[in-house]
């Protein structure tokens, strides 16, 4: 039922009649960053700056009301963006609540540890199926090193509803095997296992934590600070053109990433 419902949603958007032909989803961006708190002297205490891929409607015809059925897949991913902003916010006021007594405890003179909070998006693709962002963060608060974080999110514009990666497979386990060997083949032969911890293959074909987003390019994996390395290693970020792994999707994974 829902697949059928998926089918009624994309042919509103391809091949509806009338008004339902001039509407099309565009990516855009919820962008924040109001609260600036600092002492008496301006020095910084805490302060948040966060950028969130949100989904429109537009039409070439401003006078048109956009089908329901639109709108309901707009209004299914923004819901989502919602519940992740207050999220980090909620995140946020925890990390200001420390700031703020640390600022209290340490006075203005000797304060050198403001909390922040940042995330923007990275890279975003939009088709006529798809919309897959990543965005890339970090949090910091009385650390050697701010808290760097990636998170990824996938919507099939047909169904209006958020997939994960071993939902475009015919296989997951098989899909795993291939994305991953592809992992540890690219960080090999550029050097970057250089940068890993001894045995990080097993971390890195757990898959743990990784935030997948579905580029142009091909399946992109974006793993969690220190799941591979040290601080050097960052965000180990991979891609796995979509040919290299081709046969283990399913028709619905072939038809979601392609153009």
């Known amino acids: 039922m829902r697949r059928l419902a998926g089918l009624l949603i994309l042919c509103l958007l391809l091949a509806g009649c009338g008004a339902n032909r001039s509407w099309r989803f565009a990516p855009e961006t919820w962008y924040d960053t109001d609260d600036y708190l600092a002492g008496d002297s301006g020095k910084l205490i805490a302060w948040y700056e966060l950028e969130l891929p949100r989904l429109s409607l537009e039409s070439d015809r401003a006078a048109l009301t956009p089908p329901a059925a639109l709108v309901s897949v707009r209004d299914g991913f923004n819901a989502e963006m919602d519940a992740v902003r207050d999220r980090l916010l909620a995140e946020y006021a925890d990390l200001r609540s420390d700031a703020v007594y640390g600022y209290a405890a340490s006075g203005e003179e000797d304060w050198n540890r403001p909390a922040l909070l940042q995330l923007s998006v990275s890279d975003a693709r939009c088709t006529e199926r798809l919309y897959s962002s990543l965005c890339l963060g970090s949090a910091d608060y009385s650390g050697a090193h701010p808290a760097r974080f990636a998170r990824?999110?996938?919507?099939?514009?047909?169904?209006g509803r958020f997939v994960q990666w071993y939902d475009l497979a015919s296989d997951p386990d098989a899909l795993r095997a291939a994305l991953t060997d592809a992992v540890v083949a690219q960080a090999r032969e550029s050097g970057m296992d250089k940068r890993f911890y001894d045995g990080w293959e097993a971390a890195a074909q757990s898959m743990d934590g990784c935030a997948v987003y579905l580029g142009a390019e091909g399946i992109t994996l974006v793993y969690p600070q220190y799941a591979l390395?040290?601080?050097?290693?960052?965000l180990p970020a991979f891609t796995v053109?979509?040919?290299?792994?081709?046969?283990?999707?399913?028709s619905y994974g072939r038809a979601l990433v392609a153009e």
Do not use: F, I, N
């Open 241 to 250: 053109p979509y040919d290299a792994v081709k046969q283990h999707l399913s």
């Open 229 to 234: 390395g040290g601080h050097a290693a960052g």
């Open 152 to 159: 990824a999110w996938s919507y099939d514009l047909a169904e």
